[in-house]
């Protein structure tokens, strides 16, 4: 493979951008806006964890979080019907340029910062980060639409709707 | 290792695949005793669930003894007999907490994809595409099962591998239909599609008090074993006007619960099936729905019509004005099999449950390709094919 994982992430993007854009419809009624407004002013993205407020630290984050260390800010409160505690994290430096189709691709300047949101929820909750790789399989043989769906794997983890 | 793989679009492989190894602490490893082919897995086959790479292992629905167990695992010891749950749940979230185990927040390594499809992850499942968290499948000798704790349970003495293995996946489909869809007592239901999901949702129907139970399909040795091992009544949807049939048995009501196991690639003897291929080939919309549609106009004033069939995407044609003037509540899900299996695997020793007719042809995996043909395309009266690894 020649490409660099970033080539075969905008090539990918090119290519699934008429989904892209039926999606960001989908989830985004206000994705008529330019891109790069798309992401909120606030920058706040947030998980809620099965946990009691007192068991979610700021001040000691699971591992995940607190290695992107002073890059990000993070506060928590109660979630409403016992549905535990919703644990919010942002960029202290909000570089623009979230799109919604930089978000579903995982090419958004938040997007270590979501993945890193879910695997402190999953330490929280379940007390590791679930890995999935390596697993086995077969022959990838090197087709366009093999590398496509593999970049987009590869960023999945760090892409989301917001 | 030799496994059975996703080569492309309608291409079923063979190959040699590296033995899985624990990774997590709440994994375990499992020699693959039985590993069968599921409805869902034609809809990968098809091409129609576009999150598949070419050497994916194929299948969830399976069992076996367990090998290996991670440090984390209190529950299972090595040389236990266990069913594992096809979705992959962590107990630990709050969707699990609520038995919506299917809807875990951990079980997918790759939130962003269905995000982008859905606004929301689910949880992962095995051998479901990378979409569902590029876990590995089950037709293989061996497999890794995470949050084993909570997705393997010991099977029963007395209750054979070929019963225990649909309790992975068909029966506790058809639990999540009939229990989440709220079947009472006295209820009629009515489920489209006979395959092992349509079989396990009429019987679980009846276990929870149904008054009368119909199922429909149009392959009759199919619907001969839905009134022979599940106890139903049955119409072949190719020789009746279905509602029709069915308000006449509801004295014009129509069925109080509707359960559709049939999926994206319904079958309509009518110009529809036409219009609804074409439409799902030049990708206008990504499912056919024929067996809901069926399934909204029939259902009584204020019931329930739940969708177990597998869609992706978009349907066209969706009949919106019935579900809201008919006041219905209409739902769906994956299965939340960790809150069914445990009264599941007790039906079965107590022999209310039996599934083992389902798996009409059973055959190793250098056999995998042969399987999903007959599978696929119902040779040979196939209702599963089954796989045995170390056959
Ligand atoms: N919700 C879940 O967790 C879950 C789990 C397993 C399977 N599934 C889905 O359930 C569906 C059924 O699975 P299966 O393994 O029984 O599949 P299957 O292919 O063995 O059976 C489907 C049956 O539907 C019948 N059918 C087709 N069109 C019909 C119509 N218009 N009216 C009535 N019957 C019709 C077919 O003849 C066939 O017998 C699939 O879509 C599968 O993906 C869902
Ligand atoms: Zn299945
Ligand atoms: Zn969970």
Same mark, same amino acid.
């Given at each position: 493979m020649t490409l660099s994982v970033g080539g075969v992430v905008s090539f990918a993007a090119g290519a699934v951008g008429s989904v892209v854009r039926l999606v960001r419809r989908l989830v985004n009624p206000s994705a008529a806006r330019p891109a790069g407004r798309g992401s909120p002013a606030s920058g706040w993205l947030a998980v809620t964890v099965l946990r009691e407020p007192s068991e979610v630290d700021i001040a000691a984050l699971p591992a995940p979080l607190a290695e992107l260390g002073g890059r990000v800010e993070a506060r928590t409160r109660p979630a409403p019907g016992g549905k535990g505690t919703e644990l919010a994290a942002r960029l202290r430096d909000r570089p623009p340029g979230g799109s919604p189709a930089a978000r579903l691709t995982g090419r958004d300047p938040q997007a270590d910062l979501r993945s890193a949101l879910r695997q402190a929820k999953q330490v929280l909750e379940a007390g590791e980060v679930l890995a999935v790789d390596p697993a086995p399989h077969g022959k990838r043989p090197p087709t366009p639409g093999g590398l496509l769906l593999e970049a987009w794997t590869k960023v999945a983890p760090k892409a989301g709707v917001r | 290792m030799k496994a059975v793989t996703w080569r492309g679009v309608n291409k079923i492989g063979v190959e040699d695949v590296p033995e899985p190894t624990i990774l997590n602490d709440h994994d375990i490893i499992l020699e693959v005793g039985l590993s069968t082919t599921c409805g869902s897995d034609l809809h990968l086959l098809g091409g129609y669930i576009p999150a598949m790479r070419a050497g994916d292992v194929l299948g969830h629905e399976f069992m076996g003894t367990v090998v290996e167990v991670g440090h984390g695992v209190t529950k299972h010891h090595v040389g236990d007999r266990v069913v594992v749950v096809s979705f992959i749940g962590c107990g630990q979230c709050w969707y699990c907490r609520q038995?919506?185990?299917?809807? !875990? =927040? $951990?079980? $997918?390594? $790759?939130p962003g994809i269905t995000e982008a499809l859905w606004g929301q992850s689910i949880g992962g499942c095995f051998g479901y595409s990378h979409a569902m968290g590029g876990w590995a499948g089950s037709h293989a000798p061996y497999i890794r099962v995470p949050y084993a704790d909570q997705g393997a349970f010991a099977i029963p003495d007395g209750v054979s591998d070929e019963r225990a293995l649909f309790a992975s996946d068909a029966a506790p489909t058809g639990w999540t239909g009939a229990h989440q869809a709220g079947v009472e007592a006295a209820d009629v239901v009515a489920v489209w599609g006979a395959g092992g999901v349509g079989q396990m949702a009429a019987r679980a129907a009846m276990l929870m008090g149904a008054e009368r139970v119909v199922v429909i399909d149009r392959y009759d040795n199919r619907l001969e074993q839905v009134r022979t091992h599940i106890g139903a009544e049955t119409l072949d949807y190719e020789q009746v006007d279905v509602p029709g049939e069915l308000r006449e048995m509801t004295g014009g009501r129509g069925p109080d619960v509707c359960i559709e196991a049939?999926?994206?690639e319904a079958h309509s003897p009518g110009p529809q099936y036409l219009y609804d291929q074409v439409k799902q080939q030049l990708r206008l919309?990504? =499912?056919?729905?024929t067996a809901v549609r069926e399934a909204i106009y029939a259902c009584r004033k204020g019931g329930t019509v739940f969708t177990l069939g597998v869609f992706a995407g978009l349907v066209d044609k969706f009949p919106l004005g019935a579900v809201m003037n008919k006041a219905l509540t209409l739902r769906g899900a994956q299965q939340h099999g960790q809150r069914y299996v445990p009264q599941i695997l007790e039906h079965m020793s107590r022999d209310e449950l039996r599934t083992e007719h389902l798996a009409t042809h059973v055959m190793s995996l250098d056999d995998g390709p042969k399987g999903y043909e007959m599978f696929k395309n119902k040779?040979?009266? !196939?209702v599963r094919a089954v796989f045995r690894p170390g056959a």
């Open positions: - | 038995g919506l185990w299917s809807l !875990c =927040d $951990n079980g $997918n390594p $790759n049939v999926g994206m919309q990504t =499912d056919r729905p040779e040979d009266g !196939c």
